[in-house]
């Protein structure tokens, strides 16, 4: 008898664990979509992940590349606050409602007339400056997240892999024809935009496990930190937000030009002058959750 009534008990802790979790579940939920303040961002939940490279190459073993190209090392777990950040790239119908704000900012230089181009509304903006995505993120009540934000939004849930799908595929032609992972036969999505002529337009591409497009290619993203090489090796593990001065800052994700698998991954890390205007450079929003 005193068997049964503790198996009992056991389910009923059981039940109500799970009934808990539905319900916390649902109140994430709840709360992601009743806020019109983080309207097509998604909600990245808080703790750890291996931020870093994870993956070996065999032109790291021979020194093919310098040093700073293996800036992604050592891979490290880092704990993170929840936080939102946007499903999409910043478009150019996004870009052109700061403009029509009269903000201090000047309309990208390839827009003739200061118009978008024809038909492009839903790219993403490009030729922006850091400080350009910073005054688009402070106007719409956001932020540039920060490196490691990027970079475990970028991951999905998905612990050390090669790709923000997983470890199949690589290349070029790979990445324009790889299956969704989980899909049958061949007729999916493609993942991601590179070794092309130009960007598309935003959420072309399948989404990430966080419900996240465009992480890998389309155009780079650029990222609060300022960049230095050897940062992995004495950042902090709760919450880094990067050095506190620098010369370049960080990009991320790839770009629609770039056929390197490496540039792919969300761990590589690219950086550039922050007053560098490129057709390949582009940029979208965060913000706490608290």
């Known amino acids: 008898m005193n068997r049964l009534m503790n198996c009992l008990r056991k389910r009923r802790r059981s039940f109500a664990v799970a009934a808990w979790g539905v319900a916390a579940a649902t109140a994430v939920l709840s709360a992601q979509t009743s806020r019109p303040d983080v309207a097509d961002m998604s ?3 808080p703790g750890t992940y291996w ?10 073993a021979v020194g093919y590349f310098e040093r700073d190209r293996q800036d992604d090392y050592p891979a490290h777990k880092v704990d993170l606050p929840a936080f939102y950040i946007d499903k999409y790239e910043v478009t150019n119908e996004d870009y052109a409602r700061l403009l029509a704000a009269k903000q201090q900012v000047k309309a990208p230089w390839h827009w003739a007339a200061g118009k978008i181009p024809r038909s492009q509304e839903r790219f993403p903006v490009y030729n922006v400056t850091w400080d350009e995505a910073i005054t688009y993120c402070q106007w719409a009540g956001k932020r540039l997240p920060t490196e490691a934000e990027w970079e475990k939004a970028a991951r999905g849930g998905l612990e050390r892999k090669k790709f923000v799908w997983g470890d199949h595929g ?3 032609v790979v990445f324009e024809g790889a299956v969704v992972p989980g ?3 061949g007729d999916a999505a493609p993942m991601a935009r590179t070794s092309s002529e130009s960007p598309v337009a935003v ?3 399948a989404p990430n496990g966080y419900g996240l497009y465009d992480m890998a290619g389309n155009v780079w993203e650029w990222v609060d930190d300022w960049y230095e090489r050897n940062y992995y090796s004495i950042s902090p593990a709760l919450n880094p937000r ?7 800052k960080v990009m991320r994700g790839g770009g629609w030009s770039d056929s390197d698998d490496r540039w792919m991954m969300p761990s590589f890390r690219n950086y550039t ?3 560098q205007r490129a057709m390949t450079i582009g940029f979208r929003c965060a913000r ?3």
């Open 43 to 45: 909600l990245i939940p």
């Open 288 to 290: 706490s959750a608290e």
């Open 273 to 275: 002058d922050p007053v």
């Open 203 to 205: 959420g072309s591409y």
């Open 242 to 248: 990067g050095p506190e001065k620098g010369v370049y």
């Open 170 to 172: 690589g290349g070029a």
């Open 51 to 60: 931020m870093g490279r994870s993956t070996f190459f065999m032109v790291d």
């Open 183 to 185: 899909s049958e036969g």
